[in-house]
């Protein structure tokens, strides 16, 4: 099979790799879309993610483990199945719920927060060093893929993963009916929280971004209230628009000065979820201001990954509740990687998916039409 590899910061190289059959429980597949996270782009750009370990690009480095090879946001059709399979079909188009969790552990898979397993085998993860599914074929446990209906294509069935995470955050943060949301962050797991946010009930969907484009798009999703980042005031500007103070807060976007601002513009009483990653200090530490979020009784929650959400993603797409057709801004080749890449870290796209392995009939495809800032990048990297 053919592998899109990470050699080097800002490297990726397309390498041929040898795959074994199925074993006992999984399914071997064709990878027909995967997405960038953000935590690839991070690996890509800075060889660390998350605060996480650093990659070791040494030959060594790369020959154990993840091996450089990324990708956890995907779908595929299952070509072979092995032993004991009989969940799936060849020919079933599946999406992988990338992380597959011990199951035993007292302390977390027992107590039904699998998410939080010390064993967890994360595919495309360099902390858990387990290789990842930007590559032609791929095997994995059939019991952490999951059929999709016919009506939903793979590019969407491979957006199931950040929408968990989405879903995950709206479930912390306890999200209910006619509620009140501030989302900092239009980026892919901002907007999908939009969209966990709105199909959880919350009637009022505020969001903030610096990309204009990025807000158009949260509009059409569903937002009823957008801020560009940078606007004097933000906190008191748009309580003022909505009424009233926010009944939670989801901090999307990675970046401390927005972490301070949803300390300011959760109500009291209310709840502040930290969905993204900070670049911290030395010491590990992210500054907030504590005692402001304990005197108002503002719980402070965090996310990471989620826990038996792909069934409620499934449905919520498949009912037509959620929309993640136009997160889409643009799809490339495996040998297109490196310009995905590219592509991706210029901040303006929403979500770049690389394709394996192109599916006949997938139509979910088009370039966003929201996004012609993007496209005019993509033309500049001559894709
Ligand atoms: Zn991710
Ligand atoms: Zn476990």
Not at 9 to 19: A, N, Q, Y
Not at 31 to 38: E, Q, R, S, Y
Not at 63 to 73: I, S
Not at 129 to 139: C, D, H, I, K, S
Request: proline residues 4%; hydrophobic residues 45%; neutral net charge.
């Amino acid at each position: 099979m053919r592998a899109a590899i990470l050699t080097g910061l800002k490297t990726i190289e397309i390498v041929e790799r040898p795959v074994a059959d199925p074993a006992k429980g999984e399914v071997a597949l064709a990878i027909n879309a995967v997405g960038i996270c953000g935590s690839d782009l991070a690996y890509w750009a800075q060889g660390v993610a998350g605060g996480f370990k650093k990659l070791d690009f040494s030959a060594e480095g790369l020959c154990k483990g993840y091996c450089g090879q990324m990708g956890h946001e995907c779908a595929g059709t299952v070509i072979a199945v092995g032993e004991g399979v009989d969940s799936l079909v060849v020919g079933d188009r599946v999406a992988l719920e990338p992380g597959v969790p011990c199951g035993t552990c007292v302390q977390h898979c027992r107590k039904g927060r699998y998410n939080l397993c010390k064993s967890m085998r994360f595919i495309g993860s360099a902390v858990n060093e387990v290789p990842g599914a930007m590559v032609t074929r791929f095997n994995h446990p059939a019991a952490f893929c999951y059929k999709l209906p016919t009506h939903i294509s793979l590019d969407e069935g491979a957006m199931f993963e950040p929408l968990c995470v989405a879903l995950q955050a709206v479930r912390r943060a306890r999200v209910g009916i006619a509620m009140r949301v501030l989302i900092t962050g239009a980026g892919p797991i901002g907007l999908m929280t939009l969209l966990a946010a709105k199909a959880a009930g919350a009637t009022v969907l505020a969001i903030t971004d610096m990309v204009d484009a990025k807000l158009v798009v949260a509009r059409t999703l569903g937002a009823t209230y957008t801020f560009k980042a940078n606007t004097p005031n933000l906190v008191s500007v748009a309580q003022q628009a909505v009424g009233g103070e926010f009944d939670v807060t989801f901090e999307c976007s990675g970046v401390v000065p927005a972490l301070d601002l949803c300390v300011s513009a959760t109500g009291s009483g209310g709840v502040l979820c930290v969905v993204a990653n900070y670049k911290a200090d030395e010491a590990g530490r992210t500054p907030v201001r504590l005692q402001e979020l304990a005197r108002r009784e503002i719980d402070l929650v965090g996310v990471y990954r989620y826990c038996n959400l792909y069934p409620t993603a499934l449905e919520l797409v498949s009912s037509g509740a959620v929309n993640l057709k136009p997160l889409i801004s643009r799809k490339f080749s495996l040998e297109q990687a490196g310009h995905a890449f590219e592509y991706f870290a210029t901040g303006e796209p929403i979500k770049v998916l690389i394709t394996p392995n192109e599916a006949a009939g997938d139509d979910g495809c088009k370039p966003c039409e929201f996004d012609e800032v993007s496209l005019e990048k993509a033309r500049e990297f001559g894709v």
